[in-house]
């Protein structure tokens, strides 16, 4: 790893501190380098706020170096005023002339842009430095920028002998599969991602809040199907707590913080979900629902991750895992659980 390579990826370390708080901006990290040594670093932590690049100059103690600094940003400095001022006519402004970046932000409104006015105000700029490292780093920004969609993660646990329900339960509800530390994980992705989806018969059968108890975080948006409005006013998912989207087939009565869309369920509903997140700025999906509402995404090929968690124990019967071929990226054992991540080899 070079020198470029080694800051940048230090911008990549930075940005990660905004996972689950920016959105519907990217994840973004920036470093100030004089002589071989950082001096100023800083990330957007949330929208609204100010961005990476102004943090890591306001950090800098001695702003007489920034003359003689470079300054790295994971992604291409905007160009453009929102609700923040743009933050290339910050490093124009500081003098900054040499500018290292990782992606190019691919929003129309930036889009090369920033760049093309840092190179136009004589800065030297170096682009696509851990390029692939920068792009996964900003998965969701850029696959709902690109693809018009949310980024989406399956997500179930299965025992050994490949069911997610047994055909009968106790009174517990649900019927825990992983151990502790695996449903905390769960909880932590869910602070991490825009919103989290099931289907009517999972609020059926374990009546689901979907929120981050177990994690520090704020929780997801929750999405649910209900073709027929079956599900009970009573039922946690509609309790007014977290912005809840109810895709139907009718009009549902207005709730607090809950909101209908009606798609046509006698058509293929995969992606006209997305369409319905997208026109809702979600930026990334969980779909957590029973095996029916998995298979139809899966079958669709609107999926980019599967996190599989397999417990220890087994059913012998009961309701079957998803069926599902993807390419392998990680295994990793928490506890006596084993988690595998897929991705989708067909995008």
């Not at 869910?190 to 059926?204: D, H, P």
Request: charged share 25%.
């Amino acid at each position: 790893m070079n020198l470029q390579q080694k800051y940048m990826f230090r911008c990549i370390q930075l940005a990660k501190n905004g996972l689950g708080t920016t959105y519907p901006n990217p994840l973004v990290g920036s470093v100030l380098v004089v002589a071989d040594k950082i001096i100023g670093e800083g990330w957007h932590l949330e929208a609204g706020k100010a961005h990476a690049e102004v943090n890591a100059i306001n950090s800098v103690v001695d702003e007489s170096l920034l003359e003689k600094a470079t300054i790295y940003v994971s992604l291409e400095p905007c160009s453009h005023y929102g609700k923040t001022p743009p933050c290339a006519d910050l490093i124009i402004a500081k003098g900054i002339k040499n500018v290292v970046v990782g992606s190019t932000d691919p929003n129309p409104k930036v889009a090369g842009k920033g760049i093309i006015k840092l190179m136009k105000a004589g800065c030297k700029v170096s682009v696509g430095v851990l390029e692939k490292e920068c792009d996964a780093l900003n998965k969701r920004f850029f696959t709902f920028q690109n693809k018009r969609r949310p980024f989406i993660f399956l997500k179930w646990a299965e025992s050994q002998d490949g069911y997610i329900a047994p055909k009968s339960r106790d009174k517990q509800a649900p019927a825990w599969i992983t151990n502790t530390e695996s449903r905390q994980r769960v909880h932590q992705m869910r602070a991490e991602e825009q919103s989290i989806l099931v289907g009517t018969n999972t609020v059926f059968e374990d009546n689901p809040s979907l929120t981050t108890r177990e994690a520090e975080g704020s929780n997801p948006t929750r999405v649910v199907l209900d073709r027929q409005l079956r599900i009970s006013a009573w039922a946690a998912v509609l309790d007014g707590a977290v912005k809840t989207i109810v895709i139907t087939e009718t009009t549902g009565t207005p709730i607090d913080n809950v909101v209908y869309e009606c798609i046509d369920f006698d058509t293929p509903i995969a992606s006209q979900v997305c369409d319905v997140l997208f026109r809702h700025d979600i930026q990334s999906v969980i779909i957590e629902g029973g095996s029916q509402t998995l298979q139809t995404f899966i079958d669709a090929g609107l999926w980019d991750e599967a996190h599989i968690y397999k417990g220890t124990g087994s059913f012998s019967e009961g309701l079957r895992a998803p069926s599902i071929q993807g390419q392998n990226i990680s295994e990793e054992k928490i506890k006596n659980d084993r988690l595998t991540i897929l991705k989708n080899k067909e995008l």
